[in-house]
Nanobody, 123 residues
Framework: QVQLVEFGGGLVQAGGSLRPSCAAS????????MGWFRQAPGKEREFVAA????????KYADSVKGRFTISRDNAKSTVYLQMNSLKPEDTAVYYC????????????????WGQGTQVTVSS
């Protein structure tokens, strides 16, 4: 049974950076697209970024393109989300996810979710 555990969120001022990580425990396989979603209070879950099995292909939401970078280290069973130039509107719970196949902005395309890590950006 694989579990995803996120850590590395926190409180930061606007313009700052954070680097949440997602560690997979159990029988981790590198043969999955992985990604990040976020959910702000009162809003639906929103696609943030995805990365292919090898890490060669990445996808980003327009709202984070140029500021966020997703990466993975399959030897460490870990996925990262480098977040720079953070804005108050980036405040949300960030979830690490595993894809059923390929990438999509639809949350139903992802069958495994972590518990989430809170990111708060103050103005």
């Amino acid at each position: 049974q694989v579990q995803l555990v996120e850590f590395g969120g926190g409180l930061v001022q606007a313009g700052g950076s954070l680097r949440p990580s997602c560690a997979a425990s159990g029988r981790y396989s590198s043969s999955y697209t992985m990604g990040w979603f976020r959910q702000a209070p009162g809003k639906e879950r929103e696609f943030v970024a995805a990365i292919s099995e090898t890490g060669h292909v990445t996808k980003y939401a327009d709202s984070v393109k140029g500021r966020f970078t997703i990466s993975r280290d399959n030897a460490k069973s870990t996925v990262y989300l480098q977040m720079n130039s953070l804005k108050p509107e980036d405040t949300a719970v960030y979830y690490c996810v595993r894809s059923r196949g390929g990438w999509s902005s639809d949350p139903y395309n992802y069958d495994l979710w972590g518990q989430g890590t809170q990111v708060t950006v103050s103005s």
